[in-house]
């Protein structure tokens, strides 16, 4: 499993997480999936994040696909040898959009006499469903075992029909040309960017900004596309800083996690490729990239856009957030007002903007001495340093 490494934008209402200490809690996390999305929002929610929903594509309606009509009446004239479903959405899409064009039962005629193998559990409940058999389906869910078991049995010379699910599963239509098959793509539902990308934007600009704790893809189309977008507003750069190095890139598979590893981003990603278990590996991840310290007999938990004190969140403003950064990367030391005023956004040259935003950080903490005024000096926290002495003034 790859691992990787932020005050988070602001969630859209209703999105703050409820008070407690859990696993979440004080941490930002985009969202981009386009389909399940307020099913992983919730799962998240429950868990404390604060969560900001960007779907980074839409899907087109399948009975308005021309492209999956004019697959449809290709696999009818000419039938396929084995047919591979990948997803039960799309198979279960495939057939009423067949009936809708007056071709389903002439579909699934053609599919009674075909081998069909299905990908798992639930495409293969969406087979038998439509009054169909499978073949085969692995337990693992992977599409590298089924195309083991392709390429076992031997395709060379076969047509092959491919369930796709926004794009091509990478390596298997090329493993399989190579081994002699022909191999069709049936694109049971199309991904196409979304109507309203600013919530996209808004995504990206809080990623390069380091204003969300990670960012979570379920499909290697959403992926692609959040990186497209990018690239078209011209701050790729800067997006793929963020990933490779502080925001956590939280994928549901391998596959999806292909177009974030073509561009060197570490990903994380659980053994099982479903919702609930990325959620997990972000309650298991994140906090462990939270500094933790002993503050005066307190223990404070730096996450994204809040502070764990004592294991209850006490959300910080953002100046004071950046403010508590800089102290608890040298914690003891004194670090200058001069120092300070140039980590707060937008104020200026005049020193009392820091006395200012230090009084509403002890506010928003409400433990005073956790932070030590020391006079003409600038500020520290209330942690004994190995040399009381000033550092980097």
């Known amino acids: 499993m790859h691992q990787h490494h932020t005050t988070g934008p602001e969630p859209s ?9 859990t696993p979440l809690a004080g941490f930002t996390v985009g969202v981009t999936a386009a389909r399940r999305a307020d099913e992983l929002g919730a799962l998240l929610e429950r868990r404390g994040a604060a969560v900001v929903h960007a779907p980074a594509l839409r899907i087109v309606p399948l009975p308005d696909d021309g492209d999956l009509l004019a697959a449809t009446r290709d696999l009818i004239g000419r039938p396929p040898d084995v047919v591979v479903a990948t997803t039960a959405i799309g198979f279960r899409g495939w057939v009423e959009a067949a009936d809708g064009w007056g071709l389903g039962e002439s579909v699934r005629d053609r599919l009674r006499r075909t081998r069909i193998l299905a990908r798992g ?7 038998r469903a439509a009054g169909l058999t499978e073949e085969w389906s692995p337990a693992s869910e992977s599409m590298a075992e089924v195309l083991d078991r392709l390429l076992a049995d031997g395709v060379d010379g076969c047509r092959v029909a491919l369930q796709l699910h926004g794009e091509p599963v990478p390596g298997f239509v090329e493993a399989l040309t190579d081994a002699g098959a022909e191999v069709v793509g049936v694109p049971v539902y199309r991904w196409l ?30 992926a692609a596309s959040f990186l497209d977008r990018a690239r ?6 800067g997006v ?13 598979g391998p596959v999806t996690a292909a177009p974030l ?4 981003i570490p990903t994380s990603r659980p053994e099982r490729f479903r919702l609930g278990p990325l959620v997990q590996l972000l309650c298991e991840q994140l906090p462990g990239r939270a500094p933790a310290l002993s503050v005066a007999d307190h223990r404070l938990e730096i996450r994204g856009h809040a502070v764990l004190l004592d294991g209850e969140p006490r ?14 990367r040298r914690p003891g030391w004194v670090v200058s007002r001069a120092e300070l005023l140039r980590a707060l956004p937008g104020a200026g040259t005049d020193e009392h903007a820091v006395e200012s935003a230090v009084a509403r950080l002890r506010a928003a ?27 980097g003034a």
């Open 121 to 127: 559990p639930k495409v293969r409940g969406a087979i």
């Open 315 to 328: 959300p910080v403003p953002p100046a004071g957030m950046a403010l508590l950064r800089l102290l608890a």
């Open 240 to 252: 793929l800083e963020a990933l490779r190095r502080d925001v956590l890139s939280a994928c549901v």
């Open 261 to 264: 590893q073509a561009h060197g």
């Open 13 to 21: 209402a209703g999105r703050r997480p409820a008070p407690g200490a």
């Open 365 to 391: 903490l409400g433990e005073p001495k956790l932070i030590r005024t020391v006079v003409k000096r600038g500020y520290r926290l209330d942690v004994e340093p190995a040399v009381d002495t000033e550092y």
């Open 193 to 222: 960017p979304p109507e309203d990308i600013g919530p996209v934007d808004r995504l990206l600009d809080s990623t390069a900004g380091h204003g969300v704790d990670a960012v979570t893809f379920t499909s290697a189309p959403a």
């Open 232 to 237: 078209e507003r011209g701050m790729l750069d």
